[in-house]
């Protein structure tokens, strides 16, 4: 409990002026689906891939396996999603904007779309007279259970500000004296690992009497175990127990999520002015009469006779209330807080156990009782640190107000991806070298999407690396680690491919795996779940992942550290490099494609020279060039040069039209103008580089050509630049040709800012964000494609996070131009 004038200062906690901004009761005017439903020729075409997935559908169900994409049951965006709560790689859970708790993210890479009716804040006011005045829940999202509870508030006078990762929301109960506003705090804090990695969030209440006599205001806080699945959340063991600590009081409920322990601990701040009372055990499937008079007729929960309740098998709810009277005039704070302690997981094949990252600094017993007092003494400190960060952006006038929103807002998906962080067990520990970073940060791995149940999909993460290589560097650093044992791993096990129904081996050696395994198996050990085309044959995983090892050491020039991390890296960049040489079938220095959707357009067939695939190996031959050249091996570099050179020469001849590059080299399909066609060029300019591969003239002439077609022949600009656009209409020869890819539009418009077409990168962007965040409510669900009506597909996607490669040529701009 503080005053209103205590530290951090103001300018650091006041609602910003940007974010996602709605009242409690908005609602969005466009509702969209993913029923997208393609067109009869797709379909035939298409035929033979959607039998055989509905073959493996029923097959993986029969026998239990997990189904890493689910076509059968796709999820419906729910338009409800805030700002959530969460550190990174322990687990999340989703904070509605009316004032929910849902979408429970703590069994790894299993996304639980539940709104738990327990989990609530409430609030009562009495007056001068002791008399209570308003008693409420303190948010608008409907309750199915706990009849008794009540939500009285007015949404339309209550609003919610998001600005990832805190949040505000602000209460008008002026007609009963008094002004709430509560601050959502989250530690994910660039550079800070420690504090980033922590399971909890702070809740700070701001309560100020507006009224010319005395309140007497509570805050209650309850929750429930379990993640809100009514089968699984019966079959745990329960138990709780209140706790006194030097600067805080709460309960602490124990219980189990899938045989995995996990406790919940709530908590609030101490001070002599406050009454804090505690509820160890209510039944959440009840009226809940019983804590709600409490809370109602007292203002607290009753007192406790035993500071522990016994073992349930079953679900039980707890609770914590603070109560404060406050004089005319003046604000009070009340501090709250969140912590949920799962240290130790497994996936379904058990394999191996895993120790979360956060741990590893608070060792011991107690481990959620100690982040409680952590959370307690710190968070000033990380309001202070999110606000740094943040405030360069924010107070940049040259940016538009909505970018400054999604920037921060579209880095959610860094916390609430999914992620896995772990440290390593000793065995793991003594095979690598001392310098090794996973000795120090252990392992990550981030979903490729909600959906999408795949870690560290890396065709995708190419795009996503930005937001990690900018704000967790080292995050990226271990996965580019692991990235590239799993080059050299082989798994013989034999899958049949969905798309042609052909065997290959899981994972072929000396090529970079599509991902490191499924969360429903056994990641870091199962590579390659993808189960559609053999990956050993995509044209473009092994380009990326030295494009990346290129970007990761020149972003900030070369020294000691780089240059070791390139040592690193060599041979494996090396190994997929010659691999990839035998795309090259006719000698002239380019790869070419397979006549098969062989790269991260899964669905879209390349044939011959491409400019995607084409563009990402010449990008990567001048790369290994750099690198050859940083590590002194002459021989190497002129080698890749000579590659270079005739490549270059053939890329030119062969795709160049005037206006743009051919999509690939077939008949019809040529003639496609791909919104991603530059991609190479736009990671070689990430990484300080200009035009020593792609001629000037022709990169800006191809930019105005996408500018021009995908983006303001499409949906009047509004949307973003379709993936592809051929004869002045959308490309409909597949699906994904004529699907807006969120995080490639972002990558676009990096690659406009980098040529300083600001205008049209902004509104390239712009428009498509604008219509998620304010027509169809996808706002911290971002998916990964949206259609030109009605649909998107994939909520909750990786690649959006490729929005930082704007932030870092804006960054390199204002760099040169001061």
């Known amino acids: 409990m503080s005053t209103s004038d205590s530290p951090p200062q103001k ?10 901004k709605v009242r409690l009761n908005h609602t969005y005017p466009e509702n969209r689906s993913q029923g997208f439903k393609p067109g009869l020729r797709l379909i035939w075409d298409m035929l033979p891939l ?24 796709t999820l419906r965006a729910k338009q409800i999603y805030g700002v959530p709560i969460g550190g990174i790689g322990c687990g999340t859970i989703g904070r509605g904007y009316r004032g929910e708790f849902c979408r429970f993210q703590l069994k790894p890479g299993l996304y639980e779309y539940n709104t738990v009716d327990a ?33 009285l508030i007015d949404g339309s006078e209550c609003f ?8 505000w929301t602000e209460y008008d109960l002026s007609k009963y004296g008094v002004m709430l506003t509560c601050r959502q705090i989250t530690p994910i804090i660039p550079h800070n690992y420690k504090d980033s990695s922590l399971p909890c969030a702070v809740f700070v209440w701001d309560v100020k009497n507006i009224s010319e006599e005395d309140r007497t205001v509570t805050i209650a806080f309850t929750f429930k175990n379990g993640v809100g699945d009514k089968s699984r959340d019966r079959a745990s063991t329960c138990s709780s127990k209140a706790f006194t600590l030097t600067d805080s009081e709460g309960v602490i409920l124990y219980h ?102 956060y741990t590893k600094h608070f060792e011991g017993d107690n481990t959620g009782l100690r982040i409680v007092r952590y959370a307690f003494e710190n968070y000033h400190n990380w309001e202070r640190a999110i606000h ?16 400054k929103s999604a920037l921060f807002n579209e880095s959610y998906y860094i916390s609430d991806g999914g992620a896995i962080w772990v440290i390593l067990d000793e065995q793991e520990a003594k095979k690598l070298p001392k310098n090794d970073p996973r000795l120090e940060h252990g392992k990550f791995a981030l979903l490729e999407g909600h959906e999408y149940r795949m870690y560290n999909t890396y065709d995708v993460h190419f795009y996503a690396s930005f937001s990690f290589v900018l704000n967790f560097p080292l995050l990226q650093s271990i996965l580019q680690y692991d990235m590239r044992d799993a080059i050299f791993t082989e798994i013989p096990d034999k899958i049949k491919m969905l798309y042609d129904g052909e065997v290959c081996e899981r994972k072929v050696p000396n090529t970079v795996p599509h991902d490191i395994g499924d969360p429903g198996e056994e990641p870091f050990i199962l590579l390659n779940s993808y189960p559609i085309h053999d990956v050993s044959q995509w044209r473009d995983l092994n380009s990326k992942f030295v494009l990346q090892v290129f970007r990761d050491a020149f972003i900030t020039g070369l020294d000691d550290r780089s240059v070791g991390y390139l040592n690193d890296m060599y041979n494996a960049c090396y190994t997929v490099m010659h691999k990839s040489m035998d795309f090259d079938i006719d000698g002239d220095g380019l790869i070419e494609n397979s006549g098969s959707p ?45 590659l270079l050179d005739k490549g270059k020469a053939a890329f030119e001849r062969k795709l160049w039209n005037g206006k743009c590059y051919n999509f690939d080299c077939s008949d019809k399909e040529c003639r496609s103008i791909m919104a991603d066609q530059l991609c190479g060029q736009w990671y070689l300019r990430s990484c300080g580089f200009n035009y020593e591969v792609f001629p000037q003239d022709r990169v800006k002439t191809s930019l105005k050509t996408i500018y021009e077609n995908n983006v303001q022949s499409f949906c009047d600009g509004r949307m973003g630049a379709v993936n592809g656009f051929i004869d002045g209409v959308i490309d409909k020869f597949t699906i994904q040709s004529q699907e807006v890819w969120t995080g490639v539009t972002y990558a676009l418009a990096a690659s406009m800012l980098q040529e300083g077409m600001k205008t049209e990168a902004f509104n390239t962007a712009g428009g498509m964000y604008k219509s998620m965040s304010e027509r169809f409510g996808l706002s911290f669900d971002t998916p990964e494609a949206l259609y030109p009506v009605k649909y998107y597909r994939a909520i909750g996607y990786m690649r959006p996070l490729s929005i930082w490669s704007m932030q870092m040529a804006i960054d390199k701009f204002n760099k040169n131009i001061n």
């Open 11 to 20: 300018c650091v906690t006041e609602v910003p002026n940007y974010g996602l």
């Open 50 to 73: 959607v039998l055989r997935y509905i073959w493996y559908y029923i097959v993986h169900k029969i026998m239990g396996k997990s189904i890493v994409m689910d076509y059968v049951h």
């Open 119 to 151: 989990n609530q804040f409430i609030v009562t006011i009495k007056d001068g007279h002791n008399e209570t005045i308003f008693h409420s829940l303190l948010s608008t999202f409907p309750t199915k259970s706990l009849k008794s509870w009540e939500s």
């Open 160 to 167: 919610y500000t998001g600005l990832y990762p805190r949040s």
């Open 256 to 357: 189990t999520i899938d045989k995995m322990q996990c406790s919940y601990s709530l908590a609030a701040k101490t001070n002599p002015q406050i009454d804090i009372s505690k509820c160890l055990y209510f039944d959440p499937n009840s009226d809940g009469i019983q804590p709600w008079i409490q809370l109602k007729n007292n203002g607290s929960f009753d007192k406790i006779s035993d500071k522990n309740y016994g073992q349930i098998f079953g679900e039980m709810a707890c609770g914590i209330a603070t109560k404060v009277t406050i004089q005319a005039g003046n604000t009070i704070t009340s501090e709250m807080t969140l912590v949920w302690d799962m240290p130790s997981v497994q996936f379904p094949k058990k394999q191996k156990k895993y120790t979360r990252y």
């Open 388 to 403: 740094d960060w943040q405030k360069r952006i924010l107070d940049d006038e040259n940016l538009p107000d909505w970018y």
């Open 598 to 642: 062989d790269q991260t357009f899964d669905t879209w067939v390349m044939t011959g020279a491409s400019a995607y695939c084409g563009g990402l190996w010449l990008a990567a031959l001048f790369a290994m060039t750099k690198i050859a050249d940083a590590l002194q091996k002459p021989k190497d570099k002129e080698k890749f040069q000579e």
